[in-house]
């Protein structure tokens, strides 16, 4: 099975969602991404399948 997806490997976009995030009272932590940093990744995400 690997030997199918080894050159796959090479064809890998990654994206990093930037934002803020820390414990909240409840004590979870939560993550909230900056709008800009979403907005850069659904647009990319959107371009590489082609919608």
């Known amino acids: 099975v690997r ?5 796959a490997n090479d064809n ?3 994206h990093q969602l930037e ?3 820390g414990i909240q009272d409840d004590g979870l932590y ?3 991404p900056s709008e800009n940093s ?3 990744i659904e647009t ?3 371009d ?3 919608i």
Do not use: C, I, P, W
């Open 44 to 46: 990319n995400v959107k």
């Open 12 to 14: 890998v976009n990654r």
């Open 30 to 32: 939560y993550f909230v």
């Open 48 to 50: 590489n399948l082609g």
């Open 19 to 21: 934002g803020q995030g």
């Open 3 to 7: 030997s199918n997806y080894k050159d």
């Open 38 to 40: 979403l907005n850069e």
